[in-house]
């Protein structure tokens, strides 16, 4: 146990570079928002104990944390979270969102990358205590019918999407003092910046995301806010789900 807490004390101070200054507490902070956000969508969808687990029992965890947490020896595969690229996990065994890679520096507008990976991974939580069925049927009814491209393998994905936009959204009509124009722009840039990849290394078979064109253009873009944010016409919205708790 000793030795665990002294691995657990290294890796914090490698994890401290990674994560500078008040960067863990302004992403504990931009995640109690996020999920105080979700909790005001949740309708009947999601049984009230469930709701409670949602809000209380998710925690954020880093490395070092899950080392002390889970009594576990440091291994090369802590290391490489920080080091791979930029993402987050939820973790369903373990009820938690891991942050991964190296998020600091990140502040101001450059903040809403954060804010939208935290947005996906607590989309990915909600799904989780969705009811199957009722998750199958809006997928298919709604989700599915977004684009003719969508098929089962991406319903996981697609409803983490849908979450991640209308909680990125609300997240920034809430914020005080309000953004400015261009700030606010750019802070919806970067909650999305995790579209912008290759399409030619895009691969349909193996991907369990729909392309980033299509998360881009028929998801993000559906939402009349975020349009309105970079200044796209809403004439020509995209069709937009309800929730899966509006029937």
Partial sequence: EDLIAKEADF???????????NFKENTDAAYEKIKAIAAQMIGNEINPEDK???KNTIPITWPS?????????ATSYDLKLLLIPKNGAFQPIERSISI??????YSG????????????????????????EKKKKWFNSCLKNIDPSMKDLYEEEVIADWYTVEIVANYLKQMKPPMGEE????????????LCEDLSLYDPHADTHPRQD????????????????????????PKRCPSIGAD
């Fill in 11 to 21: 890796l914090k101070e490698i994890e401290n570079a990674f994560f500078p200054g």
């Fill in 65 to 73: 944390h899950r080392m002390r947490e889970y009594g576990k020896r």
């Fill in 52 to 54: 409670v687990t949602l």
């Fill in 109 to 132: 507008a450059g903040f809403g990358r954060i804010v939208g990976l935290l947005a996906h991974e607590y989309g990915h939580a909600i799904s989780f205590f969705l009811g199957l």
């Fill in 214 to 237: 299509i998360r881009s253009n028929k998801i993000w873009m559906a939402h009349p806010y975020l349009r309105e944010i970079i200044g796209c016409a809403n004439d020509s919205t």
């Fill in 183 to 194: 700030e606010r722009k750019a802070f919806l840039v970067n909650a999305a910046v995790n």
């Fill in 100 to 105: 991964l890679g190296g998020y600091g520096g």
